[in-house]
C-alpha cells in the first residue's frame, strides 16, 4: 500500500538510519530545536571556546574575566552612522586616514534616515555684509547636493530653504560615499564599552551576532548621539531629559476629496511634505524623558505608537480624508538630547547670540525657529573632553549649555562638527599626537580645502 511521506517523516527517516549525516545536514539543524547545540555555517555542531557565561555567585551575577578576539585596528573608529558620524567617517578618510565606521543598526543616517527626521534647518545664515549665505558647506551639502541627483532624493534644497529629504535616498547615498571613499563599515554592531589605558581611549568593545569583539584605533570619534563611547572611557558629561518623540509618515493626501474637505476644518497633524508625492512626514515633540534609560524608551515607544495610530484615525475622519493612512512610524525613537560632553570649551547660548569668535573655529552655524541669533562659530574645544584623551565628540552630544545643545543638535552643526572630528581624528593619528595638541591651523586649513565655512 502505498503511503505519503512527508519531508519532515523523510528528513526523519534519513537521521536515523545516520545518512542525513552524509547530506551536510546535522540532525540538530533540521527544524526549530530549542536545545540545538551552537553551529557553524557548514552545519558542524562547534562550541565555542571564546564563550563564558555569566554564573550566580552568592546571589550576585558575576561575568568572568576574559580575552576578547581583535577583530580590528585601525587609525580612526567613528562610533554611531547618523550625519555626524557619517561626515567624520568621510572627512578622515579622505585626510588620508584608515577608518572602521561601526553602527548598531542596519543602516546609516541615525535620526536623519532612521528617526524620520527629514528636514534640514539651520543651514543659512545672515553673512557679514548683511546678506543671507549657506553657513552649512562641506560633507554635509556634498550628502544634499548627492540627493539632487537622486530621483526624489530632496527638495527645496535652495538658499534660504530648509531642505526635505527622502529617508530610503539618502540611506542610498551615504551608502555609495562611504564605499566611494573606502570606509570600512561594520553594521548591527552596538559599541558597548571603551577600551582604556590610564586616561586614553584606544579602542571600544562592541557586541554583534559574531559575539563580543574588540577594536584598536588611535582615534576614537564617538558620534553615537548619548555619548556612550566618552562615557564609558571615564569623560565627564552632564546628563540631561529633554522631549523624547516619534516622527512618522502619512500617505495618500494627494488622494483627499477636495470638493468633500471643502469648507471642513482642516485635519490636524498632516506634518510637511517630503519628496514623495501625497507622503508627508510629521514630527512629534513628546514629553521629557530619559534617553539613556530603557523603560522610559519602551514606554515611549508603546505611548507613542498608540498615539500615532489615534491621530491619523482622526485624519481619516476628516471628510475629504479617508483614504489617508499611516505609512510607517519611525523604526528609531526621536531621542534630542542625553549626554553631553564636558569638554575644554563649552559653547553657550550667550556666545551664539554675541556671535562670539574662536581662534579654535571649525565650523558655523545658524539660527532656526524663534532663535534670534546670526552665524555662530563652534570651537574645536567642544569636541575634546576635558578629561579623557583618544577620544572625540562628535554631533548632538558636544560640549554646550543645555539651551546651546538644542541648536548643536540639529543636522547641520552635526554635519559640521562630525566633519571637523573627522580631520582632527586623521591628522592626531597622523601626526603621532593626541586629539587635544593637534595643530589646529593645519585641520582649519584642511577643512577649508574640504570645502568647510569656518568664518
Ligand atoms: C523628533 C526629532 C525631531 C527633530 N527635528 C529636526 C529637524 O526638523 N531638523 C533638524 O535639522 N534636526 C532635527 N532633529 C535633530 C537631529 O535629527 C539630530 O539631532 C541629529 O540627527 C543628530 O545627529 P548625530 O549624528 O549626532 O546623532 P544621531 O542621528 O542620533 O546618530 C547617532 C547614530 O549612532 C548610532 N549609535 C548610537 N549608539 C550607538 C552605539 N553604542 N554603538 C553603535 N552605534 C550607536 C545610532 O544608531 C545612530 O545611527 C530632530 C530630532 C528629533 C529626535
Not at 553657550?348 to 562659530?377: E, H, L, N
Request: charged share 20%.
Amino acid at each position: 500500500m502505498s503511503r505519503h511521506v512527508s519531508r519532515r517523516d523523510m528528513l526523519n527517516l534519513l537521521g536515523a538510519s545516520g545518512v542525513i549525516a552524509g547530506l551536510g545536514v546535522s540532525r540538530a539543524a533540521r527544524a526549530d530545536d530549542p536545545v540545538a547545540a551552537p553551529r557553524t555555517a557548514t552545519g558542524k555542531v562547534v562550541s565555542s571556546s571564546m564563550h563564558s557565561p555569566a554564573s550566580v555567585v552568592d546571589g550576585k551575577v558575576v561575568q568572568p574575566q576574559r580575552t576578547l578576539r581583535v577583530a580590528a585596528e585601525t587609525d580612526v573608529l567613528v562610533v554611531g552612522g547618523g550625519p555626524a558620524g557619517v561626515a567624520a567617517a568621510l572627512a578622515a578618510r579622505r585626510t588620508g586616514a584608515k577608518v572602521l565606521l561601526v553602527e548598531r543598526y542596519g543602516h546609516l543616517g541615525g535620526l536623519w534616515t532612521g528617526g524620520l527626521v527629514l528636514i534640514v534647518i539651520g543651514m543659512h545664515a545672515k553673512g557679514p555684509d548683511g546678506k543671507l549665505i549657506q553657513v552649512t558647506r562641506g560633507i554635509g551639502e556634498e550628502m544634499m547636493q548627492r540627493l539632487g541627483k537622486v530621483h526624489r532624493g530632496i527638495v527645496n534644497h535652495r538658499l534660504g530653504a530648509s531642505p526635505t529629504v527622502d529617508a530610503e535616498a539618502l540611506k542610498y547615498v551615504m551608502v555609495e560615499m562611504v564605499a566611494e571613499a573606502g570606509v570600512d563599515v561594520l553594521l548591527h554592531s552596538w559599541c558597548v564599552d571603551a577600551i582604556v589605558d590610564g586616561k586614553t581611549a584606544k579602542g571600544a568593545i562592541f557586541e554583534s551576532k559574531s559575539g563580543r569583539q574588540a577594536i584598536l584605533a588611535k582615534v576614537v570619534i564617538d558620534a553615537s548621539g548619548d555619548g556612550d563611547i566618552y562615557a564609558a572611557a571615564g569623560a565627564e558629561f552632564e546628563h540631561h531629559r529633554f522631549r523624547t518623540g516619534l516622527v512618522h509618515r502619512i500617505g495618500n493626501l494627494d488622494k483627499v476629496d477636495r470638493a468633500k474637505a471643502k469648507g471642513a476644518k482642516p485635519p490636524r497633524g498632516l506634518g510637511g511634505l517630503t519628496p514623495i508625492q501625497g507622503v508627508n512626514w510629521v514630527n512629534m515633540q513628546g514629553p521629557e524623558a530619559d534617553g539613556l534609560d530603557v523603560r522610559d524608551l519602551s514606554r515611549l515607544e508603546m505611548n507613542h505608537r498608540r498615539a500615532i495610530w489615534r491621530s491619523v484615525e482622526r485624519v481619516r475622519q476628516s471628510p475629504g480624508y479617508e483614504r489617508a493612512y499611516l505609512l510607517e512610524t519611525a523604526p528609531q525613537l526621536g531621542v534630542r538630547i542625553t549626554r553631553l560632553l564636558t569638554g575644554v570649551s563649552r559653547l553657550t547660548y550667550k556666545d551664539s547670540q554675541a556671535g562670539t569668535k574662536f581662534p579654535d573655529a571649525i565650523g558655523v552655524g545658524g539660527p532656526w525657529g524663534r532663535d534670534k541669533v546670526g552665524a555662530w562659530q563652534i570651537p574645536y574645544g567642544c569636541l575634546v573632553p576635558r578629561s579623557v584623551d583618544g577620544v572625540l565628540a562628535a554631533g548632538r552630544c558636544i560640549s554646550g549649555e543645555l539651551r546651546m545643545a538644542d541648536l548643536l543638535r540639529i543636522i547641520p552643526p552635526c554635519f559640521v562638527t562630525g566633519h571637523a572630528a573627522g580631520v582632527a581624528a586623521a591628522v592626531s593619528a597622523k601626526d603621532g599626537c593626541p586629539p587635544r595638541a593637534v595643530e589646529v591651523p593645519k585641520v582649519q586649513r584642511i577643512l577649508k580645502e574640504q570645502g568647510a565655512y569656518l568664518a
